[in-house]
């Protein structure tokens, strides 16, 4: 069993700055996926990046130069850092892992952005 909580969501002006966080427990974290996804009322949840076991990462089109992924196996946690901040980022934040045993999800973390 897996278990993630997310923080760092928040409420921000457009052009801000936030740094979400996502601390793992329950499994050998430098061996999962990670990922990031996001998902606004009426619509499917969407993969914003993504990060393997060994660093590799993955990006959605739409955040690509703005959102960063990492990950610190030291710490368990896998961070997303977003820069320059639009309305349209304005989502539920979820962390999922990809684990030998199973996937699992995060309960997600609200991110407004004000214009």
């Known amino acids: 069993q897996v278990q993630l909580v997310e923080s760092g969501g928040g409420l921000v002006q457009a052009g801000g700055s936030l740094r979400l966080s996502c601390a793992a427990s329950?499994?050998?974290?430098?061996?999962?996926?990670m990922a990031w996804y996001r998902q606004t009322p009426g619509k499917q949840r969407e993969l914003v990046a993504s990060?393997?076991?060994?660093?590799?990462?993955n990006y959605a089109e739409s955040v690509k130069g703005r959102f960063t992924i990492s990950r610190d196996n030291a710490k368990n946690t896998v961070y997303l850092q977003i820069h320059s901040l639009k309305p349209e980022d304005t989502a539920v934040y979820y962390c999922?892992?990809?684990?030998?045993?199973?996937?699992?999800w995060g309960q997600g973390t609200q991110v407004t952005v004000s214009s």
């Open positions: 999922y892992a990809s684990s030998a045993v199973g996937r699992y």
């Open positions: 329950g499994s050998i974290f430098s061996r999962n996926a």
């Open positions: 990060i393997s076991s060994c660093g590799s990462t």
